[in-house]
């Protein structure tokens, strides 16, 4: 590759070759970010897959609606109970596998005490899956 020359006579030609030092500074450059950056942007996210099994799978547990009107009675799935009787229930219930859920509905004017005892009651004979059911807020 000349760029220039002592010669007279040649010295005015226009250079007809391309020179590719540039071009090629500029490609070992790229390769060497590629080379860089590329195991930069593979990250891999961790997850837990489940795992497949070819068990029966097994029978869902049942649900309690345990509800307290404003009184104060208790209701077992629409039924009305004393609160020994549903104490002595929530024992046999607890004894079922897979223990069944006790959803409990209580009015808005009912005394604390008496959801609390419930709740002591459901503790007491070992059920551990209480939720409480209420009414979504009405927006204004």
């Known amino acids: 590759m000349a760029f ?40 891999a996210v961790k997850l837990e897959l489940p795992k497949a099994t ?33 104490s002595r229930r929530f024992a046999s219930e607890s004894r079922k596998q897979p223990q069944p859920a006790v959803h409990l509905r209580a009015d808005q004017d009912v005394a604390y005490r008496v959801v609390a005892q419930v709740l002591a009651d459901t503790a007491k004979a070992g059920l551990s899956k209480v939720g409480f059911i209420s009414e979504p807020e009405s927006g204004h």
């Open 4 to 43: 220039a020359s002592f010669d007279a006579r040649h010295a005015s030609a226009p250079v007809s070759e391309i020179n590719m030092v540039p071009l090629i500074d500029v490609m070992l450059v790229l390769l060497v970010i590629f080379i860089i950056t590329a195991p930069l942007l593979t990250n």
């Open 54 to 86: 070819s068990q029966v799978d097994q029978a869902k547990a049942d649900k309690i609606e345990f509800a307290i009107d404003a009184r104060g009675a208790l209701f077992w799935n629409g039924e009305r109970v004393t609160r020994d009787e549903a």
